[in-house]
C-alpha cells in the first residue's frame, strides 16, 4: 500500500500526541514514521507530521477522524500537492586509512557533514528526502555502520505548487 | 471579584449552564465539590454504582436533549463509570462527567485511588480535560458542555485534581466558546442537497433509513413531513424508532438482524436509499457486499462526516445538522413540481412493501393469548393497553430488547431508550430512573431481562430513595435468552453457561422497599399488570416466559437476506 504524508496541526497542549497516536491504534491505522514540534512562530500551536499508508477509504477515514479530533486545528493531505519533504539521519561509519578517502568523497557528493571524528570511526549527517537518505546509506554500508539515527519526514506544500502540479501531471498524462 | 474555589466555580459553571440534576457518588477526591453541591439548589441522586450514574445521565440526556451531568471520585469511581460514557460514546448521548482526581503533586504516583482517568476514557469520549489550573476551570465547564451537545453529540470528560478544587480564583463564566479545532458543520451544502432530491425525483422505489440521529437533531416533524409529502416509506433503526409515527403506513419499522422480512425486502429492491442519521452499523447491514443491492444512488444526511463512506460508499453525501438539512430538502422539493408526478410510482412501491409485510407478518396473530404460558407478545399488547401506549421504554439488552422493538408501536420520538452500539446489559433500569427526572410526567416502564436486570439491580435502592416511579417488566426466562437462541441456532444446541438462577424477584422488591408481583400464567397477565401499574412507585413485574421462545426472524450474524431464518 502507498505511503502517504499528512500534517497535522494540533493545539499545543499536553495528551494531544496520544490523542493522534491514540486514533491510529484503536483504528488499526500504521504509522511509519512521526515528527512533533511547536510551531517555531506560534508557541500556541503544534505540527505533527507522519507517513501512513493505507487506500484511498482508509485514508479518508484517517482524514476525517483526524478532523474530529477537538485538539486538531488543521489537517493537510500532501496526496494532492508537490511537497518538500526532508529527513535527517547521523550515521556512525567505520573507517580505516584504506576507507577514509572513500567516504569523504561520499560525503561530499552527497553534500553531507562529518559531525565528529575518532580514531576508527567518523559521524556524518545527511539530509534529504527519502531517497537521497537511501542512496547514502546504501553507499556506506560496505563501509561499515556502526550506528544509525535517523529522524521522521518533515514536509511542506511547494509555495507555487498547485499551479506547476496540475501542469506537471498534464505532461505526464 | 470575590474568589470562589474551583470546587465552587464547577457547580456555579453547572448553574449557569442551566443542570437541574447530577446523577453521582461522592469519594475523597471529589469532597471538595460535593461539600460546594451542598449549597447549591441542585438536585443531586445518591446511585448505588457509578455505571448506574452514567446510565441515569444518558436517560435524562435521551429524553430532555440536553446533556446528563455525572459526579464521581478517582480511582474505582471513575473506572465503574467507563462502561456508561462507551456506551454514551457509541449512541452519540451528549454527557459531561467530572470526576475527582488525586492532587496534581500526587498524579503519576501510583497514589491512593489514583488512576489515569484521561488516559483510559480517551477513546470513548469526544474529549476529555485534565485540569491543572483554577483559572482554566469556567472555560473548561463551558467547552465541555458545548462539545457535549454541539455537533454530534457525546460524552466529555473533566478530570478534577483535588487541589484544583481547593485553590481560589475570582468567578466569571464565559458567555460563548473559541475552539479552533470544533467546528461542526451545521447547514448542508446547498448543491448536494439538490442533487439529492434529483436522484429521489429520478428513483421508482425511494426508501428513507432513518437513524437515533434525527432524534438528537430534533428532526422527527422535518422527516415526517418529507416521508408524507413524497409518500416515500422510512424504515428505522434501533435508535431511530419513533421518529415516524408507527401507526403510519409509512412507517416500515426497524431493519437489519431482527427486521421484519418486508422492512428487509424493501431495503434489498430500493433503488436509492436515503439514510438520514444512521451509521451503517453491521447489525444493520449484515454483510456489506449484499446490503441494499440495487440502490443506484445512496443519498446519505450525518452531521459526522466521518460516518459518511466508513462503511457503505455513498454517491450523495451530505454533512449538516439533520434538522437543517431536511428543511432545505423540504424547500427544494417544493421548489420541484415535477417531483409531484413521481408520487403515483412511489405509492405503488410502498403499497407492494405493504404486500411483503402482509406475506410474513413479525408474529403470527394466533391464539398467544390463549396458550397457558406468557407469551411476550402479549406482555408487550398488555404494556400498550395500559399506558394507551404514551410512555418512555428503557430496555435491557437481548431478547427483550428486540421484541420490544420489533413490536411496541412508537408514537413519539424519545420514547425508546435503549444501549444500540455498545448492548451494555444493566442500562435499562438507571436510564429509565434518569428518564423519570427528565420528565416526571410521563410514564416510564423498564422492560429488561432476567440475566440484564441483576446486572444493575442495585439501582432499585436508588429508585425507592427518591420515590421514582418505574415500572419494571422482567421477562423471565432462566437464561441469557439471547444467548440460549444463538447456541440453539448456531452452536448444535450446546448451551454452554447460558441458563441463570435467579433471585424471588418479588422478596427481592420488597426488600428494597418496592412492591413486587410475579406472573406465571397467561391468565394472570391481564389482571397482575394492571394492579402493578396502579400500584404507585417503584414495582418489579417478574413475568415467567418459556425459554425456548425465539426473536424471529433473524438474520444470521455476517450474513444477508437470503439467509433469513423464520420461526
Same mark, same amino acid.
Given at each position: ?173 | ?81 467507563? #462502561? ?65 451537545? #454541539? ?376 389482571? #397482575? ?5 396502579? #400500584? ?32
Amino acid at each position: 500500500m502507498p505511503s502517504h504524508t499528512i500534517s497535522v496541526l494540533v493545539e499545543n497542549e499536553f495528551g494531544v500526541l496520544s490523542r493522534v497516536a491514540g486514533l491510529f491504534s484503536s483504528r488499526g491505522f500504521n504509522i511509519e514514521s512521526l515528527t512533533v514540534n511547536e510551531d517555531p512562530q506560534d508557541p500556541t500551536v503544534s505540527r505533527i507530521v507522519l507517513v501512513t499508508s493505507g487506500d484511498d477509504q482508509i485514508l479518508e477515514q484517517i482524514n476525517k477522524q483526524l478532523n474530529k479530533l477537538v485538539s486538531v486545528i488543521k489537517v493537510t493531505d500532501f496526496k494532492e500537492v508537490d511537497t518538500v519533504d526532508r529527513e535527517l539521519v547521523m550515521v556512525k561509519i567505520a573507517v580505516d586509512e584504506r576507507t577514509r578517502t572513500e567516504l569523504d568523497s561520499i560525503v561530499h557528493a552527497f553534500r553531507a557533514h562529518v559531525v565528529d571524528i575518532g580514531p576508527r570511526s567518523v559521524t556524518v549527517e545527511v539530509t534529504g528526502d527519502t531517497g537521497k537518505i537511501k542512496a547514502f546509506i546504501a553507499l556506506v554500508r560496505p563501509l561499515g555502520i556502526k550506528e544509525m539515527v535517523r529522524t521522521g519526514k518533515i514536509a511542506m506544500a511547494r509555495s507555487v505548487q498547485l499551479e506547476s502540479n496540475h501542469n506537471h501531471r498534464h505532461v505526464r498524462e | 471579584m470575590k474568589k470562589l474555589t474551583g470546587a465552587q466555580i464547577v457547580i456555579e459553571s453547572l448553574i449557569a449552564e442551566g443542570v437541574d440534576v447530577i446523577f453521582g457518588y461522592p469519594g475523597g477526591a471529589i469532597l471538595p465539590t460535593y461539600d460546594a453541591l451542598l449549597d447549591s439548589k441542585i438536585r443531586h441522586v445518591l446511585v448505588r454504582h457509578e455505571q448506574g450514574a452514567t446510565h441515569m445521565a444518558e436517560g435524562y440526556a435521551r429524553v430532555s436533549g440536553r446533556p446528563g451531568v455525572v459526579i464521581v471520585t478517582s480511582g474505582p469511581g471513575a473506572t465503574n463509570a467507563v #462502561t456508561g460514557i462507551a456506551d454514551a460514546y457509541m449512541d452519540s448521548t451528549p454527557m459531561v462527567v467530572i470526576s475527582g482526581q488525586v492532587g496534581t503533586s500526587l498524579i503519576g504516583n501510583d497514589a491512593f485511588q489514583e488512576v489515569d482517568f484521561v488516559g483510559i476514557t480517551r477513546p470513548c469520549t469526544k474529549h476529555n480535560y485534565l485540569v491543572k489550573d483554577v483559572r482554566d476551570v469556567a472555560r473548561i465547564v463551558k467547552e465541555a458542555f458545548y462539545i457535549a451537545g #454541539t455537533g454530534r453529540p457525546g460524552p466529555v470528560v473533566i478530570d478534577m485534581p483535588k487541589d484544583v478544587q481547593q485553590a481560589e480564583h475570582p468567578f466569571s463564566y464565559p458567555n460563548k466558546v473559541d475552539l479552533r479545532g470544533f467546528k461542526p458543520t451545521i447547514r448542508g451544502n446547498p448543491r448536494q442537497i439538490e442533487r439529492a432530491v434529483e436522484a429521489i425525483e429520478q428513483s421508482e422505489k425511494p426508501l428513507l433509513y432513518v437513524g437515533g440521529g434525527v432524534q438528537w437533531s430534533g428532526a422527527a416533524a422535518e422527516l415526517t413531513a418529507l416521508a408524507r409529502g413524497l409518500g416515500i416509506p422510512v424504515t428505522e433503526t434501533l435508535m431511530g424508532l419513533g421518529s415516524v409515527p408507527a401507526s403510519d403506513s409509512l412507517c416500515l419499522g426497524m431493519l437489519g438482524m431482527h427486521g421484519s422480512y418486508g422492512t428487509n425486502t424493501a431495503v434489498c429492491n430500493t433503488d436509492c436509499l436515503i439514510a438520514v442519521g444512521a451509521r451503517f452499523d453491521d447489525r444493520v447491514t449484515g454483510r456489506i457486499a449484499d446490503f441494499a443491492p440495487n440502490a443506484r444512488s445512496i443519498i446519505h444526511v450525518d452531521i459526522d462526516p466521518s460516518s459518511i463512506s466508513k462503511n457503505v460508499k455513498v454517491d450523495v453525501p451530505i454533512v449538516g445538522d439533520i434538522k437543517a438539512v431536511l428543511t432545505d430538502m423540504l424547500d427544494a422539493v417544493r421548489a420541484r413540481e415535477s417531483i409531484g408526478k413521481r408520487k403515483a410510482v412511489w405509492a405503488k412501491w410502498h403499497q407492494q412493501i405493504l404486500e411483503w409485510k402482509r406475506e410474513r407478518p413479525l408474529y403470527e396473530n394466533g391464539n398467544h393469548k390463549e396458550r397457558d404460558s406468557v407469551s411476550p407478545l402479549h406482555v408487550i399488547e398488555e404494556m400498550h393497553r395500559l399506558t394507551k401506549g404514551d410512555c418512555i421504554i428503557a430496555t435491557d439488552v437481548g431478547q427483550h430488547q428486540m421484541w420490544i422493538a420489533q413490536l411496541f408501536p412508537f408514537e413519539r420520538p424519545r420514547s425508546l431508550l435503549t444501549s444500540g452500539g455498545l448492548g451494555t446489559m444493566g442500562y435499562g433500569l438507571p436510564a429509565g430512573i434518569g428518564a423519570k427526572f427528565a420528565a416526571p410526567d410521563r410514564k416510564v416502564i423498564v422492560v429488561t431481562g432476567d440475566g440484564s436486570i441483576q446486572m444493575n439491580i442495585q439501582e432499585l435502592g436508588t429508585a425507592v430513595q427518591y420515590g421514582v416511579d418505574v415500572k419494571v417488566v422482567i421477562l423471565n426466562n432462566y437464561f441469557l435468552g439471547m444467548v440460549r437462541q444463538w447456541q440453539e441456532r448456531f452452536y448444535q444446541e450446546r448451551y454452554s453457561y447460558s441458563a441463570m438462577s435467579v433471585p424471588n424477584f418479588v422478596k427481592l422488591a420488597d426488600a428494597y422497599g418496592a412492591k413486587g408481583f410475579r406472573i406465571e400464567k397467561s391468565k394472570e397477565l391481564a389482571a #397482575t399488570m394492571k394492579e402493578a401499574f396502579a #400500584t404507585p412507585g417503584p414495582v418489579l413485574i417478574d413475568i415467567v416466559i418459556p425459554k425456548e421462545e425465539a426473536v424471529m426472524p433473524m438474520i444470521p450474524p455476517g450474513g444477508s437476506m437470503s439467509e433469513m431464518l423464520f420461526a
